[in-house]
């Protein structure tokens, strides 16, 4: 299970940090990732990282901007994005999944290879 939190509005140039508390998976053997889909949008992975190594990755649109992050304790990831833009607006998913799987569809494969979605947040910037 994968409980999202922290989406609201915000102004552009402001800050969120999104939180997924994961349960249920072997969560160092895993990764997770944020996926968003705008209006009219395609869903697009916006962050990764890989719950043993820590490694992460970052769509070109929020490298700079959004630092994906990890509580191993808690087995909970956040997405801390900064300097929020109009665009950035969507509504935002964590999911969970073996790297493979998760690396594939952020490299654009379809979504539906990823089994454990959570139940999106909406992320407003106006």
């Known amino acids: 299970q994968l409980v999202e939190s922290g989406g609201g509005s915000v102004q552009a140039g402001g800050s969120l940090r999104l939180s997924c508390a994961a349960s249920?998976?072997?969560?160092?053997?895993?990764?997770m990732a944020w996926f968003r889909q705008g209006p009219g949008k395609e869903r697009e992975g916006v962050a990764r990282?890989?719950?043993?190594?820590?490694?992460?990755y970052y769509a070109d649109s929020v490298k700079g901007r959004f630092t994906i992050s990890q509580d191993n304790a808690k087995n909970t990831v956040y997405l801390q994005m900064n300097s929020l833009k109009p665009e950035d607006t969507a509504m935002y998913y964590c999911?969970?999944?073996?790297?493979?799987?998760?690396?594939?569809?952020?490299?654009?494969?379809?979504?539906?290879?990823?089994?454990?979605w959570g139940q999106g947040t909406q992320v407003t910037v106006s």
């Open positions: 999911v969970v999944d073996a790297c493979f799987v998760v690396n594939t569809v952020v490299a654009g494969y379809p979504a539906s290879a990823i089994k454990n």
């Open positions: 249920g998976y072997t969560y160092n053997r895993n990764c």
């Open positions: 990282i890989a719950t043993g190594s820590g490694n992460t």
